[in-house]
Each structure stands twice: as C-alpha cells, then as structure tokens.
C-alpha cells in the first residue's frame, strides 16, 4: 500500500493557461475525490467518482474544471483559462467504497499546490 | 445541509498540559464526524472518527473525542501535547442515508502551537 499519489506537487502557471494534475488513488479503492483547499481554509469537496462514473460535482466546480477517471483507476483534474483565484492546494483522496456503505474513511494524497501568476 | 464550526483558529499550549480543540456540527440527520490533521505541506491524516455506537472515540497519537449529541459537539482532546502534535487540525461531518453522503464537509481548521 503506497498510499494516494499526486502529480504534480506544485505547479505555477500563468493566467489563462492550462493545467492538469493527476491523482493515483490507493490500488482496491474504487471511489476517489477531489477537494480544493485554499489559505487558512479547510479543504471544499469539489467532485465524487464511484469507479469511472462521476457521480457528483459541486457548485465550485465551474465549466473551466473537468475531471476524469478515465478507466476507474487514476483521476486527472484539468483547469482551463487559469484565474488567479484557481490558487488553491488540490486534493485527491480515495476510499474502498464497501457495497452498501454511505460512507468510509477517505485517505488524502499530498496534494498539488497550483499558483496562478 | 451538514456544517461545521471549529472555535478558535489558533491553540497555543505547553508542552505537557491538556490540549483541547473545539468543533460544533450542525446536521439535520444522524453524522459521522472525523477530526483530520494536516502538518505542513502534507495531505490530511484521519486522527479518529465517529460513526456509530460508542461516543467516546479514540485515536491516533493519544487524542479521542466524545461526541455529544445534546451539545451538537466532537471536541478533540489529548491529556499531554507533545511538540510533534503542532499542526493543523479539521473536524469534518458527513451524513447518513444519502446519495452524496461520502461528501466530507470540514471545518475552517484550528492551528495547534506547542510551546517548549
């Protein structure tokens, strides 16, 4: 078990840019999340996958995000037209999501700490 | 909708004495509760959590939590801090019995200092 991986840790960019971060989630685990974290605040969901399936997003997550899991495996976070407000930590973390559970314990990736200049 | 209040954005103590970090909930049916941490420039770490059952959780690292219905509360607590418990500290609500329930509402954060 090497825990949840992200890539990358950090990532500067200008604005209007694009940018995608990757997220490696533990091997058996078959939901993964996304959360945004900004200064001095506490992480905000963002967006769910129970497998390949996207199966909720928030309100925070504007037409510029989009994520995929493409194979039910690794997840990546895209972000389009950066904005300076998009600086944020990014992160991902995974569950084994037991049949007929509402929920179970999320493990957390390092995340990536993304800076639009 | 599911909330989180966590009293106090900084906590400073001595090394030795009782820590104490404070959160209230406000949920409309039964939650699980989580207490995170996060040291510098790493993901969080489930310290312990609530779901069902015993009130009085214990986790990691010597801290438990009791949760208090009647008090909406989760307070963290550890009778002795330690220098390595300096960090940041999220206590964290989902729901049962929904669709989204695996959607983790966190707190603002308490920041814990440990003075030598």
């Known amino acids: 078990d090497t825990g949840v991986s992200q890539d990358p840790r950090h990532k500067i960019t200008k604005r209007g840019q694009n940018v995608t971060f990757r997220c490696d989630p533990i091997?058996?685990?078959?939901?993964l999340y996304w959360y945004r974290q900004t200064l001095g605040q506490g992480p905000e969901f963002l967006t769910y996958?129970?497998?390949?399936?996207?199966?909720?997003k928030s309100r925070l997550l504007s037409d510029r995000f989009s994520a995929e899991r493409p194979k039910g495996s690794f997840s990546t976070l895209e972000i389009q037209r950066t904005e300076q407000g998009d600086s944020a930590m990014y992160l991902c973390a995974s569950s084994l999501g037991l049949a007929g559970s509402s929920t179970d314990t999320q493990y957390f990736g390092p995340g990536t700490r993304l800076t639009v200049l | 909708a599911q909330s989180v209040t966590q009293l106090g954005s900084h906590v400073s103590v001595s090394e030795g004495a009782l820590v104490l970090l404070r959160c209230n909930y406000s949920?409309?049916?039964?939650?699980?509760l989580f207490w995170y941490v996060q040291y510098p420039n790493q993901g969080l770490q489930l310290l312990l959590k609530?779901?069902?059952?015993?009130?009085l959780v214990k986790g990691i690292n010597g801290f438990e939590a009791e949760f208090k219905k009647s008090e909406t509360s989760f307070h963290l607590t550890k009778p002795s801090a330690h220098m390595s418990d300096a960090a940041e500290y999220f206590c964290a609500v989902t729901s049962t019995g929904y669709s989204s329930a695996s959607k983790i509402i966190f707190g603002s954060g308490t920041r814990l200092s440990i003075r030598p």
């Open positions: 609530y779901t069902t059952g015993a009130t």
């Open positions: 949920s409309s049916v039964p939650p699980y």
């Open positions: 996958f129970q497998n390949e399936a996207q199966l909720e």
């Open positions: 091997s058996e685990h078959n939901r």
